[in-house]
């Protein structure tokens, strides 16, 4: 019997999490506070294990612009030497799936398209929730009751509070780092020197230009979208400004010391925005009654490895994979164990590592060990250990290996 299902927050995790259910045969209604669901900021990696997720959903990659992956690279961001570099020419044999970078529109855009059948509440802002009677409260103060409350509320989630029972718990930590982003046209750097001679370097794919000079978190990301057409730039640096700081002297102080040709292409950013890094350390715990968290709202992480989105977008596959047509409302209970049973300490390993960016994962071992899966289990330490771990795991076969083990206990 199809559950009565809200999704609190139109973003991708709410949005991806609203196709899966209603094709799982669920009735599905999003909530979404803003006035009109539309996705912001710069360009994102869909790497193996989302784009799984994704093709599942009848995502359409090319009707999103989505750029292929042919690298992962690690680059000297003062002379342009390697450091580490994964090979992704094979990467659909390698990880059962290929990458791609897309723009964040456009991604959003696609993902509306699949949704365009559901009922998607504008201007719906959720103040408050009761996870064991289910229902949210909205800030006009009406109720709106589900079977299945599915908290994809992002950074400042309120359902993450609701479900800790604490709300200064639930409270996302500034990491004290900030992110440069901005966005060139192909077109206009075709014919400038400094461009030709980097991509003479640059690989298709994603490259980390890491800071060697210093042992902070500072590096900068490159990577193109909208079929090439785009030039994607995001810079790593240590949050020490103020609002009115003109922010692209700034990323030229922080970045200034790198290869020549780099600061030109700084210089010549039309537009630097700067968002700051948050993070919480891993949840206890993600569900609470029938309210359960996913995306943002359950792991928030930093940018390193490039993960947020995708295992936001794992969640849904669980979720939908998880919640079948024959599933009622006496079995959620049931399902949102399995739920965190899959996706928890996977999650939690992954944020743990976005702490640092590729090539460090020796520094958080001990932080991840606490989230291994079985205990003592191997854990990623290195680049190619840590793509392995991120890429290679199918959600949907995670899924059905834990459904058959509860069907035999039972």
Known sequence: MPLQVIIVGAGISGLCT???????????????????????????????????????????????????????E??????????????????????????????????????????????????????????????VVLEDGTKHYADLIVGADGLHSVLRGVVLGDKEAARSTPSGMSAFRFMIPTADLENDPHFQELQKIKGRGNSVLADTTTQTERHMVWYTCRDGQVQNFAGIHENTHSDDTDLKNLMLEQFGHYHPSLVHIIKVAPNVTDWPLSYHDPLPTWHRGKVVLIGDA???????????????????????????????????????????????????????????????????EDRVRQYADPPDSDVPTSFFERLAHDYKIDVFEVCKGALAKEKQKN
Request: include cysteine; proline fraction near 3%.
């Open 298 to 364: 359950a792991h928030p992480m930093l940018p390193f490895g490039a993960q947020g989105a995708n295992q936001a977008i794992e969640d849904a596959g669980a979720l939908g994979a998880l919640f079948g047509y024959s599933e009622s409302v006496a079995d959620a209970p049931s399902r949102l164990a399995l739920f965190e049973q899959v996706r928890r300490l996977r999650a939690s390993r992954v944020q743990s590592l976005s702490r640092v960016r590729l090539g460090k994962e020796k520094e958080v």
């Open 74 to 135: 690690v680059l000297d961001g003062v002379t342009l030497k390697p450091l580490h570099r994964a090979e992704l020419g094979n990467a659909r044999e390698e990880y059962g799936a290929p990458l791609y970078t897309v723009h964040r529109v456009d991604l959003h855009n696609e993902l509306l398209r699949l949704t365009s059948a559901l009922d998607l509440q504008l201007s719906s802002k959720v103040v408050a929730a009761d996870a064991e009677q289910g229902f």
């Open 18 to 72: 609203a196709v899966a259910l209603q094709q799982a045969g669920h009735s599905v209604k999003i909530l979404e506070k803003s006035a009109f669901a539309a996705e912001v900021g710069a360009a994102l990696l869909i790497t193996p294990n989302g784009e799984r997720v994704l093709c599942r959903l009848g995502f359409d990659f090319k009707r999103a612009r989505a750029d292929d992956m042919k690298c992962f």
